[in-house]
Each structure stands twice: as C-alpha cells, then as structure tokens.
C-alpha cells in the first residue's frame, strides 16, 4: 500500500510572563517520500532545558538540532531503536558541550519524542514533558512523568493520594545532558486511527492547564487554533514558565504494519522491572531457598546427619536475612539536573491531583481522563474574558470593545445552542485579542 498519512500540525512556543528568556525548543520533520516514512516517520520533538542563564537554552537547543538529524541519518532495525539511539546522541552531545566549556557544566532538558510512521505511534521520553493522544474524546498520558513525585508513586514510598503533602511539584529526577549515561524511555507502538490526536508539550502548560481541558482544546479547535489558546491560557494563569506545543491531527493513516511478537494496535510498553519489581523478586527467591535449606535441615537431623543439618540451617538463615526489602532510594542526580516551580493556580493543582489519584497506571497510558463534557471549559473561558475585558476598561487597554462584545455574545449564543465547538473558538478569539494587549505590555517593559 502507497498511500501516505494526511497530518496537520501546528506548534508554538511562548517564553511565559515571568522568565526572561525561553529555553524550550521544538523541532518538526516531516517525511517527503512515502518510503521515508515507512520507515523512520514523522518526527516531533519538545525538549525543555534548564540550568540557569543561557545553558538551559543551548542544551534544549543541541536536543533539537542533533536529535532529528541523528534519527533520519542512521541506520536501525526499527523505529523504536533509532529512537533511543537518536537520544542517546543528543544526550552525547549536550555532555561533551558541558565538558568542553566549565561554564556550561551541568546544564539539561527534558525531551520527549513522538514518531508517526507504518508502525504506528511511537514515543521516546526523558523527564516531564509529556506525550498525550486524545481519541474519541478521552486524552491518555503516553508518557511517564519522570519527576519525584511520579518515582515515589512507583518505587511505593508514596501514594496518588498523598504524594502532594509530602513531595514538591516539578522536580524532575532524570534529564539530557549531566550524565553520558541515562536511562530513556522508548513506548509503544501506539495503534493511529484517523481523528486521533497528539499533543506534545513542555511543563509550562500543564503546571496552569488540567488535563480536561487539554483534551476538550484539542476536540474543539484545529491544531493552529488550539495550540495558541493552550498557551493563552496558560499565561492568562500566571505563565510562571515557558511554554511550548505541538499539536498533530491525523486525517487519515494507512493501517498500522504489525511484527511478530508485537501488538501493534493495542497500547503497549515494555518498561524495565522497577527496583522495588526487582527486590520483590529477589526476596520471594531467597525466601524459597531458605525454606528449602531449613527443610533440608530438619531431614538431615532425623537421620543424625548433624553437620549437613547444621550447613543446611545457617544457609537457610542467611536467606532469610537477605531477603529483607531495603527501603527504596531515590535516584540522586546532580543539582541542575532539577528544577522547581511553584504553581499559583490552586485550583490546578487540585484537578492534577484528583485526576493522578482517578487514573495512575503503571504502564502506558499512564492516565486517562474524559474530556467529552466541554463546559466546564466553556465557564473557564467565559470567566477568564469577564475578567480580562474588565481590566482593559479600567485600565484603557487599546483593544476594540465592539469586536470583543459580537464575539461575547456569538460565544453565548453558540453555548446556549449547544454548539460547543463553535462557542470555544468564539472564546478563544475574544482571550486572544486581550492577551496580545497583555503580551504587548508586559513585555515592552522587560
């Protein structure tokens, strides 16, 4: 079969309202020939740097250059390996940048990796930028938050429930660059159907934005659209960090190529065993051993076969011993390597939680969240414009208050008709006029 995916795309990316610089980077290839994407595929990349002044910047950006160039470039024997090949020579790159330059040392990012071709999605991952797909009105976490909070959740020293009373938000335990060596995750493949969704992005817009109202966004608008209210919004909350999105809509998908031993249409990932999965492990076996020596033990007595029962006894003993758990520990990475930020929408942060405690899984899709019911979106934005058009009355913002009321009373009346998508784009026009206001004053004076 010759015929090639229909995908649209569209990403932004948006320095936020209280850094002065933006280390976010993206990075968009797409296939020209139909063979080119059998097989390497579409390539969309969101990498997140930091490490303070201009290191976080230029480690964002080596991801981005190097990545996609080492991905097409390369040799493999599937999509999943040119991957964690291409990551791993980011990760090569940002490291000997670092090496060659002390001012450099200890600079990272996030990235994370999403690639279309015939064997479907496929996701590489390092840190907390996420990879979302929303299919038929429910949005599913592809990725897995490598971040304190999400660790303790896995390595059991922490519940969905209470994680947030005793671990901060956004100190991420994994990133490109500190170390030459760092584990990457590779998910999937992930079956494409048409009318499928993907959404990359960057910290910035999930600290601000739920994940009901990415996933009603995305249902509403198209890709160009969205991704700009996304941001908007975003920033109309505060814009603590920079922000950055791609959003890919799939049209149409020629059937996804299975391979043996591969369900190609059912979301898959094969993680490694979790040092916590590992210990278990090794503690169900010794205590086997244990029971088989002291068992041993007492046969070699009652046939007064007293220095084998004594051997048998202490071997059984010492399996016991060290079949005990050790408490786990978190990996410690170098201080750059982390990053925290503080969230200043409440509201927020408790939505993030309910949806962590509802749907936290341990293997991908790491959550799910139904976004069919639009509005509870549609009051947010109606809120966010009563309040933006107050203060451009009161503060004389030069913005034209006739357009702003038409487009009002379109989104009322499109609301109340119960043609949402047409209510949210009426909504998203009215917060884009007012924040391009916001933008121009704030930033005119940085």
């Given at each position: 079969?010759?015929?090639?995916?229909?995908?649209?795309?569209a990403?932004?990316t948006?320095?936020?309202?209280?850094?002065a610089?933006?280390?976010?980077?993206?990075?968009?290839r797409?296939?020209?020939?139909?063979?080119?994407?059998?097989?390497?595929?579409?390539?969309f990349?969101?990498?997140?740097?930091?490490?303070?002044?201009?290191?976080?910047?230029?480690?964002?950006?080596?991801?981005?250059e190097t990545?996609?160039?080492?991905?097409?470039?390369q040799?493999?024997?599937?999509?999943?390996?040119?991957?964690?090949?291409?990551?791993?020579?980011?990760?090569?790159?940002?490291?000997?940048?670092?090496?060659e330059?002390?001012?450099f040392?200890?600079?990272?990012?996030?990235?994370?990796v999403?690639?279309?071709?015939?064997?479907?999605?496929?996701?590489?991952?390092?840190g907390?930028?996420?990879?979302?797909?929303?299919?038929?009105?429910?949005?599913?976490?592809?990725t897995?938050?490598?971040?304190?909070?999400w660790?303790?959740?896995?390595?059991?020293?922490?519940?969905?429930?209470?994680?947030?009373?005793?671990?901060?938000?956004?100190?991420?335990?994994?990133?490109?660059?500190?170390?030459l060596?760092?584990?990457?995750d590779v998910?999937?493949?992930?079956?494409?159907?048409?009318?499928?969704?993907?959404?990359?992005c960057?910290?910035?817009?999930t600290?601000?934005?739920?994940?009901?109202?990415?996933?009603?966004?995305l249902?509403?608008?198209?890709?160009?659209e969205?991704?700009?209210?996304?941001?908007?919004?975003a920033?109309?909350?505060?814009?603590?960090d920079?922000s950055?999105?791609?959003?890919?809509?799939?049209?149409?998908?020629?059937p996804?190529v299975?391979t043996?031993?591969?369900?190609?249409?059912?979301?898959?990932?094969?993680?490694?065993?979790?040092?916590?999965a590992?210990?278990?492990?090794?503690?169900?076996?010794l205590?086997?051993?244990a029971?088989?020596?002291?068992v041993g033990a007492?046969?070699?007595?009652?046939f007064?076969?007293?220095?084998?029962?004594?051997?048998?006894?202490?071997?059984?003993?010492?399996?016991?011993?060290?079949s005990?758990?050790?408490?786990?520990?978190?990996?410690?990475?170098?201080?750059?390597?982390?990053?925290?930020?503080?969230?200043?929408?409440?509201?927020?942060?408790?939505e993030?939680c309910?949806?962590l405690?509802?749907?936290?899984?341990?293997?991908?899709p790491?959550?799910?969240?139904?976004c069919k019911?639009?509005?509870?979106?549609l009051?947010?934005?109606?809120e966010?414009q009563?309040?933006?058009?107050?203060?451009?009355?009161?503060?004389?913002?030069?913005?034209?208050?006739?357009?702003?009321?038409?487009l009002?009373?379109?989104?009322?009346?499109?609301?109340?008709g119960?043609?949402?998508e047409?209510?949210?784009?009426?909504?998203?026009r009215?917060?884009?006029?007012?924040?391009?206001?916001?933008y121009?004053?704030?930033?005119?004076?940085?």
């Open positions: 079969m010759t015929t090639p995916p229909v995908v649209q795309y990403s932004r948006d320095v936020g309202m209280r850094r610089a933006n280390q976010d980077s993206l990075a968009v797409m296939c020209s020939e139909f063979a080119e994407w059998q097989s390497c595929g579409h390539l990349v969101v990498a997140d740097g930091m490490g303070g002044h201009a290191v976080g910047d230029l480690a964002s950006r080596i991801t981005v990545l996609p160039h080492a991905y097409f470039k040799d493999a024997i599937s999509v999943e390996a040119r991957l964690r090949q291409s990551i791993f020579a980011a990760n090569k790159a940002i490291n000997d940048r670092a090496r330059n002390r001012e040392e200890g600079m990272g990012t996030t990235c994370s999403l690639s279309l071709s015939n064997r479907g999605a496929v996701v590489g991952h390092v907390d930028s996420r990879v979302y797909r929303l299919r038929r009105g429910v949005l599913q976490q592809l897995f938050d490598h971040s304190l909070q660790e303790m959740i896995r390595l059991g020293r922490a519940t969905a429930e209470n994680v947030e009373m005793f671990h901060p938000r956004n100190v991420i335990t994994r990133c490109l660059g500190p170390d060596h760092v584990p990457i998910e999937g493949p992930f079956s494409v159907e048409t009318g499928d969704i993907f959404l990359l960057s910290d910035g817009l600290n601000h934005v739920s994940d009901q109202e990415v996933g009603a966004i249902a509403s608008l198209p890709p160009t969205s991704s700009r209210l996304l941001i908007n919004l920033n109309c909350r505060g814009g603590t920079n950055t999105v791609i959003v890919v809509q799939v049209e149409s998908y020629p996804c299975p043996p031993g591969d369900a190609s249409v059912i979301p898959v990932a094969s993680p490694e065993p979790t040092p916590a590992r210990s278990r492990s090794r503690s169900r076996l205590i086997g051993l029971v088989c020596c002291l007492v046969a070699a007595v009652l007064n076969q007293m220095v084998w029962a004594g051997a048998a006894g202490v071997v059984g003993i010492l399996c016991l011993f060290f005990r758990q050790p408490r786990p520990v978190v990996p410690s990475l170098p201080a750059a390597a982390l990053e925290v930020s503080t969230i200043d929408s409440t509201t927020n942060v408790q993030e309910s949806a405690r509802s749907s936290f899984r341990t293997s991908s790491y959550r799910s969240v139904d019911n639009v509005e509870p979106l009051t947010v934005l109606s966010a009563s309040e933006l058009v107050q203060a451009a009355r009161d503060g004389q913002w030069k913005v034209d208050f006739d357009e702003l009321n038409q009002g009373r379109q989104a009322r009346s499109s609301q109340q119960q043609k949402s047409r209510a949210v784009r009426a909504w998203a009215i917060l884009d006029l007012l924040m391009k206001e916001i121009q004053r704030v930033r005119s004076q940085s």
